[in-house]
Every structure is written in structure tokens, then in C-alpha cells.
């Protein structure tokens, strides 16, 4: 009897361990690697180029289950152009309108694999009271253990195109390509 429960108490315990290895991990997004940028055709001239400095949130990963979500919050009025004046133009109510949309959300749980790689990530982009299905092509992604601070960390590039017209944001569109380039160099680490 004996050895009837130890054997059943060991492959009790085996279980468990196996069902924590696949359970999913909360990975929080690091700030300091994590920069949304955006691209759009200026009247034809150039492609510029702005970032966001202020980014939070978190990611929810199950990599033998291949599932997960997101939920990522962009601070709008920490929109970088490299120029104070145009920041402050951006932030007005034709564009970004911060006074009264301060954020710009991305979220999501639904994960798309081919094999054990991330490819794609489809989810809902809140943009000026604007509410839209987005699909993101991630064009890289790696889970690891972080070099410096011994905590797992992953990390990826995503990228998508929105039409500044769909989020109320169209102003000066041609001109102003309404065809806006969104990529997400994104870090976290483990909860």
C-alpha cells in the first residue's frame, strides 16, 4: 500500500511541475527598451520619423500553449518629434488631441504562431477615442534570461499600417500621407 501512494504522490508532484512549466508567465514592459514609433510621407519629401518615450504595460505569454495577451499603454503626450514647437502642435485636437486623450492603447489575446515562433498579434488600437482592430506582424521575437538582471526577458519588433483618417487624425491628408507605419521595439521582463 506503501508504495501504491508514493508512487501515486510522485507522479502527483511530476504533474504539477509539468502544468507550472506551461503555465503562462507575466512579463512587464521595460521603458527604457521600449519605444512606439510612427512614419508618414511629408508632403512628399521625406519619410519622418517620431517616437513615443513613455510606454507601459504588460504581456501574459504561454508558449507551449501558444496563447497569450497584451495590454499596452502609450503616454501620448510624451511624443517625441526632436522638435518642442511640432510636439506641442501634434498634441492639438486635428492630431493626438492629449488634453483630452492623453493615452493610446493597444490590447489583445489573440496570438498568432507557426510553429514555436510569434508572428503576428491581432488586437484593438485606441487612438483618440478611436476604437479599431490592428493586426501586427512581428518581425522578431526572443525569450531569454536578461544578461544583467538574471530575470527571463523577451523581447520583439511588431509593425503595422493605419490610416490617420480612421482615428479622426486626417488633417492636411494628402499631403500629409493619411497612411501612417506603426513599429513597436518592445522589452520585458518576467513578473
Known amino acids: 500500500m506503501k508504495k501504491i501512494f508514493i ?3 510522485t507522479s502527483f508532484i511530476g504533474a504539477l ?3 507550472a512549466y ?3 508567465e507575466t512579463y512587464v514592459i521595460d521603458n527604457s527598451h521600449t519605444y512606439p514609433r510612427f512614419e508618414y510621407t511629408h508632403m512628399g ?3 519622418q520619423q517620431h517616437r513615443f518615450n513613455t510606454t507601459s504595460g504588460k504581456i501574459v505569454l ?3 500553449a501558444k496563447t497569450g495577451s497584451v ?3 502609450i503616454d501620448a503626450k510624451s511624443v517625441d518629434t526632436g522638435y518642442a514647437v511640432f510636439n506641442g502642435h501634434i498634441q492639438g485636437a486635428d492630431f493626438f488631441d492629449t488634453a483630452t486623450y492623453p493615452t493610446i492603447t493597444f490590447k489583445s489575446s489573440n496570438f498568432k504562431f507557426e510553429g514555436e515562433k510569434l508572428v503576428g498579434v491581432d488586437g484593438i ?3 483618440k ?3 479599431k482592430p490592428v493586426s501586427l506582424t512581428v518581425t522578431s521575437f526572443v525569450c531569454m534570461p536578461h544578461p544583467f538582471n538574471k530575470k527571463d526577458a523577451c523581447g520583439a519588433n511588431a509593425t503595422t499600417k493605419i490610416k490617420r483618417s480612421d482615428f479622426n487624425m486626417g488633417k492636411y491628408a494628402p499631403a500629409v500621407s493619411d497612411e501612417v507605419t506603426i513599429t513597436l521595439g518592445l522589452e520585458s521582463v518576467k513578473e
Open 45 to 47: 519629401f521625406s519619410n
Open 71 to 73: 495590454d499596452v499603454t
Open 7 to 9: 508512487v501515486g504522490l
Open 129 to 131: 477615442g478611436v476604437s
Open 17 to 19: 511541475g509539468a502544468n
Open 22 to 24: 506551461a503555465a503562462a
Open 62 to 64: 504561454d508558449r507551449a
Open 125 to 127: 488600437l485606441t487612438l
